[in-house]
């Protein structure tokens, strides 16, 4: 398995090549780039620049192991307003496009967005046939779409079952999904998700979960590897068994608050010690 | 709410008919005739999944419907009973003289506006057509969300004939008010839903989109939905 963490750790301040050189000297192989996260990656950027990007991230000794956005929380493709919906199929579709140009075949979509005001049944009809007309794009430039299993946050496809029977009514082999494994909080269990997914997979998120906490206003539950709740033996057998043998890539949102390059070091290693089993 | 006695029967059955049998057979105005048209006005539909939620919905029902566009009305419109225009963003002369000549002569029109998803011009010029054509008052759309917090956002739009039920709000609505109407829908106060005799016919116009919520399942505006056909049909 190859290691991967997003360009959005990167700090402003350190600018993209010297976050790409931190990058590489942890130990990763390469870089999760999220579109409308950073200064250097927007749904405006040429396909020239994004050429360029490449360059940047392959000069740094890296590769680009998949293309993530943060616009589906604000243009979800299951809005009610068909303009935002057609903001969301331009961002995805463009992630599709630039895919390629980047020398990765996987996208990460938030699909699907449950609302105090856009009820569970009209999301998933929507976002069932919205991804499969992205599939049909994602097809033709041989990406795969994998959706993300952003539990809590979508309040949508909450267990495995449920993402399993979406992706059957999905019904294309561009689309699987994108698991994070501390997502799941107290609803599950990540290695059940793993073993029922399988070959579906089309990346890991790594992170830890604090659980039994929920979310308490803007406070983070999601922590550093190996801090929390998560049973990382229990991930790393269902891994194997399911023969997982992609991109992992780590997600940390809660970030160092001093030496905040530390965190890249100790989340390199800490992924090592998970690939290796020496946990 | 006054309910005539023919009304509150086909309020009636058509509740027990959803529950044992959704399927169901209305009489032939004609042999080749249809019970509902639903009229496709394709760029000038905001929202295509509410055709598809009336689509749904009439089938499911067992409903004699058929869905054209506008350049088939001339042919198709005197072979119906009921009329549904989804999601409508912009009616001109020729349609509105039309869909008045099809009420004149005991049709039913359900004209479901769209406007709440359109640019602020166009709005405000099928404002105007609304009120010339159809004597309804139709204001600027608003959200159903906007200064309302926690407990008092409750979603549902209150629809009070031909049958009282509550079906969800689709966030944002366009208020509405006619002389010699009477109100059949509303939320937070708003009056979204008008029905009106004109001629020997009913127009009844939501300005909160069923379609959508018709489309995701919802039992009530399936029954609604229901009622209102079994109560206006001629």
Not at chain 2, 67 to 93: G, K, M, Y
Not at chain 2, 135 to 156: H, I, M, N, T
Not at chain 2, 167 to 181: E, I, M
Request: glycine share 8%; proline share 4%.
């Amino acid at each position: 398995m190859k290691k991967s963490i997003g360009d959005n750790m990167i700090l402003e301040k350190w600018g993209l090549e010297k976050g790409l050189e931190l990058i590489k000297k942890a130990g990763f192989d390469g870089v999760e780039l999220w579109l409308g996260g950073t200064p250097w990656f927007q749904k405006t950027t040429t396909d020239g620049q994004v050429i360029e990007l490449l360059r940047k991230v392959e000069n740094a000794g890296l590769m680009v192991s998949n293309v993530s956005n943060t616009l589906d929380w604000d243009y979800p493709i299951s809005s009610r307003d068909p303009k935002i919906r057609d903001q969301a199929f331009g961002h995805i579709g463009r992630q599709i496009e630039v895919a390629p140009l980047l020398k990765t075949d996987a996208i990460l979509v938030v699909a699907g967005l449950v609302t105090e005001e856009v009820p569970y049944n009209e999301v998933y009809l929507r976002t069932v046939e919205g991804i499969k007309t992205l599939a049909e794009k994602a097809g033709k430039a041989k990406v795969k779409i994998g959706c993300e299993n952003c539990n809590s946050e979508q309040r949508f496809l909450h267990s495995p079952r449920e993402f399993w029977q979406f992706l059957n009514d999905v019904n294309s082999p561009h689309v699987g999904i994108h698991l994070d494994v501390g997502n799941i909080h107290d609803t599950g269990f990540a290695e059940q998700w793993i073993e029922i997914h399988g070959p579906r997979i089309t990346r890991i998120h790594l992170k830890d979960v604090l659980k039994h906490r929920g979310r308490c206003g803007r406070e983070s539950v999601y922590t550093n590897l190996f801090l929390g709740d998560n049973n990382w033996p229990a991930i790393r057998a269902a891994l194997q068994k399911v023969n997982y043998d992609g991109w992992l890539i780590a997600e940390m949102e809660a970030r160092y608050r001093y030496a905040e390059d530390q965190q890249f070091y100790d989340t390199s290693a800490a992924m090592d010690r998970l690939i290796s089993g020496r946990l | 709410m006054e309910m005539t006695r023919r009304q509150l029967l086909a309020v009636a059955t058509s509740a027990a008919l959803l529950s044992v049998e959704p399927r169901i057979q209305f009489d032939r105005r004609k042999s080749l005739g249809w019970d509902c048209l639903i009229l496709d006005l394709k760029e000038h539909c905001s929202l295509a999944e509410s055709l598809q939620g009336y689509e749904g919905c009439l089938a499911n029902l067992g409903l004699n419907f058929v869905t054209r566009s506008h350049e088939f009305l001339p042919d198709v419109l005197p072979q119906a009973r009921h009329v549904v225009i989804p999601a409508v963003t912009s009616i001109d002369a020729e349609l509105a003289r039309r869909l008045l000549n099809f009420l004149e002569n005991q049709g039913s029109v359900l004209l479901e506006l769209g406007l709440a998803f359109v640019d602020p011009t166009i709005c405000d010029l099928q404002r105007k057509l609304l009120s010339s054509h159809f004597q309804v008052e139709a204001q600027s759309p608003v959200s159903l969300r906007s200064g309302c917090d926690g407990e008092q956002c409750v979603p549902y739009v209150d629809y009070l004939w031909p049958l009282a039920t509550k079906v969800r709000d689709f966030s944002r609505v366009v208020p509405l008010s006619a002389s010699s109407s009477k109100a059949i829908a509303h939320s937070r106060g708003i009056t979204i839903g008008l029905s009106r005799k004109v001629g020997k016919g009913t127009l009844t116009i939501l300005g909160s989109p069923l379609g959508p919520v018709l489309r995701a399942g919802d039992q009530e505006a399936q029954s609604w939905l229901h009622a209102f056909l079994s109560a206006t049909r001629a």
